[in-house]
């Protein structure tokens, strides 16, 4: 499992999971995103996207669109995705990164702290207000420093060993019984005789 630039072609999917999961799709460019893929056959598990914010006089960086799929959750997907997020934030010069989310509680296993809205800059502020009238109504601001950013061991050591529907239970296989059926009475249209 590896997390890396989101190419062109891929758009189509990652709007597709965008629009399924019920995330901000708004201003998409596939560039801004990252994929979370498993090396052993290709396949996609998860996504987020870094987006910055110009106003006159500075730039704001916005963690945002995170979603892991539904079989690869519990797996630290999501936790190596944010943690390739925030490292591009550091390399492209932010020392603090926000996001506007409705899952804060997760955010806060990293270090992301819960801030007053009056505290957002304005631009986040007003985007802030679209994404809970939008999108998102219980959505609430966190800030990271950069370099305050920890990604607890426990999500390393399942992303190692990460696969699709690891977490979950297999279906149980469904026989006569659950469809009302006595097995040892039942006939058959085409009875063989035998």
């Given at each position: 499992m590896y997390v890396r630039d989101a190419k062109n072609r891929e758009e189509v999917w990652l709007l597709d999971h965008i629009e399924e999961m019920g995330l901000d799709a708004s201003a998409f460019r596939s560039r801004d995103y990252v994929i979370a893929i498993d090396e052993a056959d290709n396949e996609k598990a998860g996504f987020g996207r870094i987006r910055i914010h110009r106003t006159d006089d500075t730039e704001i960086c916005e963690l945002t669109s995170i979603g892991v799929l539904d079989s690869w959750r519990g797996q630290g997907v999501g936790a190596h995705v944010i943690e390739r997020l925030v490292e591009y934030a550091g390399d492209q010069g932010f020392d603090e990164v926000y996001s506007l989310t409705d899952e804060a509680d997760y955010l806060q296993q990293f270090g992301f702290e819960?801030?007053?809205v009056a505290q957002l800059p304005e631009k986040l502020r007003e985007r802030l207000a679209t994404k809970q009238e939008n999108i998102q109504p219980e959505a609430v601001p966190v800030r990271l420093a950069v370099?305050?950013?920890?990604?607890p061991q426990r999500f390393r050591d399942a992303f190692k060993d990460a696969a699709p529907g690891a977490d979950e239970e297999a279906e149980p296989e469904e026989g006569p019984e659950d469809f009302g059926i006595d097995p040892d009475e039942a006939t058959y249209?085409?009875?063989t005789g035998r």
């Open positions: 819960p801030i007053e370099d305050r950013f920890e990604l249209k085409y009875d």
